[in-house]
């Protein structure tokens, strides 16, 4: 059996954590990134939690010809693709570059693995397809919405290039998995999330903050139509979400799938409230964080959680770190890159 992953962009956040899983689990990795929102120092991260040293090789995957360079030197069968930007607000405003990169890089990869016959792709999808879901918790079944932004469109595009892809192949077998919302770090704290500039996300936002990188955390409103007024995600752990990828792959190789083309839900199953998740950290890492009320933000739906039947019975998968572990190891992660203690 050929247990060798390409993983795209392994060294951003999701990437090495699943990097570290992926080895764990006996698969040989093979890393293409171009550093575009990650770092070395992850890669290092990953040799220092495992023993082994990933294949690495510095490569943007809108490059095609550097990308068949990778394709001609090592034959995994597997790919994971990770490689895309991410950031709900910049792809409103740059929604071409947004549109190159994250449609180009797919497509290249897709192009490859026809022409050189590796059959098994994963792809990173998001919960964001489902919008504003008239019906929760969503079910992989549950329509999509229209996508509110270029990032969305991204990767609503990018699932139904998947899916034409595999029907339009007797071997390519494709497995898309929409990620709610991730957080935390590997409990090692050393690997996790290194945002670029002010931080998007919630929970990098609340680790800067009790590290003192920011002054105060705002909480965009409290007047949702949601028990505490905030808004609601499925906030499942990094290290849970990475397990879903070896699992995923694992499906693929032994030939387990039960079609070409397969999307999975990857959450919890449970709604978090953003005031539950800030005061979950104060409680977790006994401390006290600055935050405040603030306006709405434009594009934040009230609430999205999964329903995880189908991966919970299809993959074997659920998530199994407690939310406790996740926020202290996302505040060990902070410590560790400021140098805090
Ligand atoms: N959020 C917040 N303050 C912040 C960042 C996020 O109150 O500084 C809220 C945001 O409005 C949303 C939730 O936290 O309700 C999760 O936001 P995030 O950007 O982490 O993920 P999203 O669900 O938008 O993908």
Same mark, same amino acid.
Request: aromatic residues 8%; contains cysteine.
């Given at each position: 059996?050929?247990?060798?992953?390409?993983?795209?962009?392994?060294?951003?956040?999701?990437?090495?954590?699943?990097?570290?899983?992926?080895?764990?689990?006996?698969?040989?990795?093979?890393?293409?990134?171009?550093?575009?929102?990650?770092?070395?120092?992850?890669?290092?991260?990953?040799?220092?939690?495992?023993?082994?040293?990933?294949?690495?090789?510095?490569?943007?995957?809108?490059? #095609?010809?550097? /990308?068949? @360079?990778?394709?001609?030197?090592?034959?995994?069968?597997?790919?994971?693709?990770?490689?895309?930007? #991410?950031?709900?607000?910049?792809?409103?405003?740059?929604?071409?570059?947004?549109?190159?990169?994250?449609?180009?890089?797919?497509?290249?990869?897709?192009?490859?693995?026809?022409?050189?016959?590796?059959?098994?792709?994963?792809?990173?999808?998001?919960?964001?397809?489902?919008?504003?879901?008239?019906? /929760?918790?969503?079910?992989?079944?549950?329509?999509? #919405?229209?996508?509110?932004?270029?990032?969305?469109?991204?990767?609503?595009?990018?699932?139904?290039?998947?899916?034409?892809?595999?029907?339009?192949?007797?071997?390519?077998?494709?497995?898309?998995?929409?990620?709610?919302?991730?957080?935390?770090?590997?409990?090692?704290?050393?690997?996790?999330?290194?945002?670029?500039?002010?931080?998007?996300?919630?929970?990098?936002?609340?680790?800067?903050?009790?590290?003192?990188?920011?002054?105060?955390?705002?909480?965009?409103?409290?007047?949702?139509?949601?028990?505490?007024?905030?808004?609601?995600?499925?906030?499942?752990?990094?290290?849970?979400?990475?397990?879903?990828?070896?699992?995923?792959?694992?499906?693929?190789?032994?030939?387990?799938? @039960?079609?070409?083309?397969?999307?999975?839900?990857?959450?919890?199953?449970?709604?978090?409230?953003?005031?539950?998740?800030?005061?979950?950290?104060?409680?977790?890492?006994?401390? @006290?964080?600055?935050?405040?009320?603030?306006?709405?933000?434009?594009?934040?739906?009230?609430?999205?959680?999964?329903?995880?039947?189908?991966?919970?019975?299809?993959?074997?998968?659920?998530?199994?770190?407690?939310?406790?572990?996740? /926020?202290?190891?996302?505040?060990?992660?902070? #410590?560790?890159?400021?140098?805090?203690?």
């Amino acid at each position: 059996m050929n247990r060798k992953v390409l993983v795209t962009g392994g060294a951003g956040y999701i990437g090495s954590h699943t990097t570290v899983e992926l080895i764990n689990a006996g698969y040989e990795v093979i890393i293409v990134d171009n550093f575009s929102n990650s770092d070395p120092s992850s890669l290092e991260g990953v040799e220092r939690i495992t023993g082994v040293k990933p294949t690495f090789i510095e490569v943007d995957c809108c490059d #095609k010809e550097a /990308l068949r @360079k990778v394709f001609e030197a090592h034959d995994f069968m597997s790919v994971i693709h990770f490689a895309a930007y #991410k950031a709900v607000g910049e792809s409103v405003e740059k929604p071409l570059m947004y549109y190159r990169n994250n449609m180009l890089s797919l497509i290249n990869v897709l192009d490859l693995m026809s022409e050189y016959n590796r059959p098994n792709i994963v792809f990173s999808s998001s919960a964001t397809v489902y919008g504003d879901a008239d019906v /929760l918790p969503v079910t992989e079944l549950t329509p999509r #919405k229209p996508a509110t932004s270029a990032y969305g469109n991204t990767k609503q595009m990018a699932e139904d290039i998947l899916r034409d892809a595999t029907a339009a192949s007797a071997t390519l077998h494709g497995i898309a998995l929409r990620y709610f919302n991730p957080i935390g770090a590997h409990p090692s704290a050393l690997i996790g999330e290194l945002p670029r500039g002010v931080p998007n996300n919630l929970v990098p936002y609340i680790t800067q903050t009790a590290a003192g990188v920011r002054e105060c955390l705002s909480i965009f409103g409290d007047d949702y139509a949601t028990p505490d007024g905030s808004c609601q995600r499925d906030f499942i752990d990094i290290v849970d979400l990475a397990r879903a990828h070896v699992v995923a792959i694992g499906r693929m190789v032994e030939g387990r799938s @039960k079609s070409q083309y397969e999307v999975f839900n990857v959450g919890t199953g449970r709604p978090v409230s953003v005031f539950e998740l800030v005061n979950g950290f104060e409680k977790a890492n006994n401390l @006290k964080l600055n935050y405040k009320i603030a306006a709405r933000r434009s594009g934040d739906v009230p609430a999205v959680w999964a329903d995880t039947t189908l991966a919970n019975e299809e993959l074997g998968w659920k998530a199994e770190r407690e939310l406790n572990d996740t /926020l202290r190891a996302a505040w060990m992660w902070e #410590k560790h890159v400021r140098g805090i203690e």
